[in-house]
């Protein structure tokens, strides 16, 4: 039987993972990360936040200008971060790209009694996405409504078919303090999970889906979108599965040191690297996904060491 978590004894996270592990993460200097690159998982560092953000947005870009009518594709892509939506629309618009053939598909959204919540509401996801980018493309540029596909409570089975019906060709997201992509949280420490996880095939089998949230994400969202104000963070999300994610081509991480904190992006560099697979730790799946690149901010990535304020 694993220890219990130091955060929330309930679920299952990184902290119950062996101390050999963790303090072989925490000795990681940011050049030692860049040493962790393999065949299959590529380490990338950028040296200012303007090409951090301007290198993700092409990834938008260049993924739609790969689609065509009669072969679409497109890509996935996160709330968290934001930065590089405002800028996929300038380069559409200032450059005339045209991306009606494009497809895009959204990580996740929060469930709230009962159903997604709406675009008017302060969180949404969709709200965000359409703000930060598309409403901002020009229309005769823009691609129709009908290849956005939004997670609904009521469209989940359809948003999973979406992905066979084009290609996906990166999938971008970030990294939550829980070590999550989109919001696959560890599960609760419960039923058939009481004294291990789920094994990473178990895990892997999971599709889009309504989802339980763990604390730490809970807490990390109030604190990067909320104000701190935790009680008005929803407990339930809807999110893109393994299962989807394993249909895209390429899974792009993106880390400034927001979302993050320095142990943690050592930690999931360092697991997937080596190929460990702990559904403890959900992002270290990716050690089993052909083509992942972790792209960091060098300047966020700071240091493991003690230091008292």
């Not at 380490?43 to 993924?63: C, G, I, Q």
């Not at 919001?183 to 009481?194: K, L, S, T, W």
């Amino acid at each position: 039987m694993r220890k219990l978590s130091k955060v929330a004894p309930e679920w299952w996270d990184y902290t119950t993972l062996d101390d050999e592990i963790l303090n072989d993460a925490a000795r990681l200097s940011a050049d030692d990360l860049l040493k962790l690159s393999r065949p299959g998982f590529t380490v990338r560092f950028y040296d200012t936040l303007e090409e951090f953000y301007l290198a993700e947005a092409l990834e938008y870009v260049w993924s739609w200008q790969q689609s065509t009518e009669s072969s679409p594709a497109g890509i996935c892509g996160p709330i968290g971060p934001t930065e590089q939506l405002p800028l996929v629309a300038r380069i559409v618009n200032d450059l005339e790209i045209n991306v009606r053939n494009g497809h895009f598909w959204a990580m996740d959204e929060w469930y709230l009694d009962g159903r997604e919540v709406s675009v008017d509401h302060p969180l949404s996801f969709a709200r965000a996405d359409l703000t930060l980018c598309f409403n901002r493309i020009e229309p005769k540029l823009r691609m129709p409504n009908s290849h956005l596909h939004f997670l609904r409570a009521d469209n989940i089975a359809d948003y999973t078919k979406s992905y066979d019906e084009a290609r996906c060709l990166i999938m971008q997201g970030g990294q939550g303090e829980v070590k999550h992509w989109a919001f696959n949280d560890p599960p609760r420490r419960e039923g058939a999970y009481h004294e291990l996880p789920p094994s990473p095939g178990e895990y892997r089998k999971l599709s889009a889906r309504i989802v339980n949230l763990h604390p730490m994400t809970i807490i990390q969202n109030a604190r990067t979108s909320g104000g701190g104000v935790v009680t008005n963070i929803p407990t339930q999300a809807l999110t893109v599965g393994p299962l989807e994610t394993w249909k895209c081509e390429t899974i792009s991480i993106w880390q400034a040191g927001n979302h993050d904190n320095p142990f943690g992006m050592r930690l999931t560099t360092l697991m997937i690297s080596k190929r460990i697979a702990d559904a403890a730790v959900p992002m270290s799946l990716l050690a089993d996904h052909p083509n992942v690149r972790f792209n960091f901010y060098r300047l966020g990535l700071g240091t493991c060491e003690t230091e008292m304020h």
